[in-house]
């Protein structure tokens, strides 16, 4: 079992009216190397009528984005043509590589009808050889995600393999991404395999991370002793969780950017307003 280090709370930094809480970077925490970056929006209820997700197009180079979308729904349209609507227990999956330029909105149904929104986005970096690699997306509905029961709750595999259960997702880099759900008295065992980076954050609830408790809306971290997490409830909780090889290699970013040194920040400026990120998405 790997010893747990260590809890981080999520600060709160609202966006507009939008419920946001951000784990990391935070205190004493810039990265869980390749992990960079998480923001977690809600859980909370829109009137009817509301202006929806804030998220308006706005570029990216250097690393990939994961949104997981718990409640609501999220569209999203970006400069290489990409278009969907993600409903509640569905992903997106976003390669920003060289430069893409993209919008997070709420579909107008939504912003019509309000309802329950919660929303997580994970950054997760790239190494220098893939940082220029070409733009992709992809978003999956709820059906197209792999449920595997364990005792008193559900793995939702998202890349990498759980058991004989391999994800929808395949990450540039062999990341693995789950959500995991347990009620009260529910138990897994989550691999953590040797020279692995782990990423545990608490969504809901309150759950024992190998006989440690670990506080709602908090990151855990851990050492590279061993290669299981032993997770149990003893109240219903949610966990979003993953593993990945780091990278180890200097991260420099500015806002949207990602890259490994402060020229190559100067650079993906420079290309953005040069217009080679492509015409930003129109809004309709």
Not at 176 to 189: I, N, Q, R
């Amino acid at each position: 079992m790997r010893q747990l280090l260590r809890q981080y709370p999520a600060q709160r930094d609202d966006i507009a009216d939008l419920v946001t809480r951000r784990p990391l970077p935070g205190p004493g925490l810039p990265q869980v190397d390749p992990f960079l970056f998480l923001n977690h929006h809600g859980p909370q209820t829109y009137r009817p009528g509301n202006s929806g997700l804030p998220f308006g197009p706005h570029p990216h180079r250097g690393f990939e984005t994961v949104s997981f979308i718990l409640e609501g729904e999220m569209a999203h349209l970006d400069s290489g043509g990409h278009e969907s609507v993600i409903r509640a227990g569905g992903i997106q999956w976003m390669t920003a590589g060289s430069g893409l330029i993209h919008a997070e909105i709420s579909p107008a149904s939504f912003k019509r009808a309000g309802g329950p929104l919660e929303i997580l986005q994970l950054w997760v970096n790239l190494p220098g050889r893939l940082k220029m690699t070409k733009p992709a997306y992809t978003g999956l509905q709820r059906e197209d995600i792999p449920a595997i029961p364990v005792e008193g709750g559900v793995v939702n595999l998202i890349s990498g393999a759980f058991g004989e259960t391999q994800g929808p997702f395949e990450s540039l880099t062999g990341v693995a991404m789950m959500t995991v759900a347990l009620e009260a008295g529910g138990h897994v065992d989550l691999p953590a395999p040797a020279g692995r980076s782990v990423f545990f954050y608490v969504v809901a609830g309150s759950p024992s991370a190998n006989g440690t408790p670990v506080k709602p809306h908090h990151l855990a971290t851990f050492a590279m002793d061993g290669d299981t997490i032993a997770v149990t409830a003893q109240a219903p909780a949610t966990i979003l969780y993953g593993h990945a090889d780091p990278i180890g290699e200097p991260v420099v970013s500015h806002g949207p950017f990602v890259m490994n040194t402060r020229e190559e920040i100067v650079r993906a400026i420079d290309d953005y307003n040069a217009g080679l990120f492509g015409k930003p998405p129109v809004i309709r």
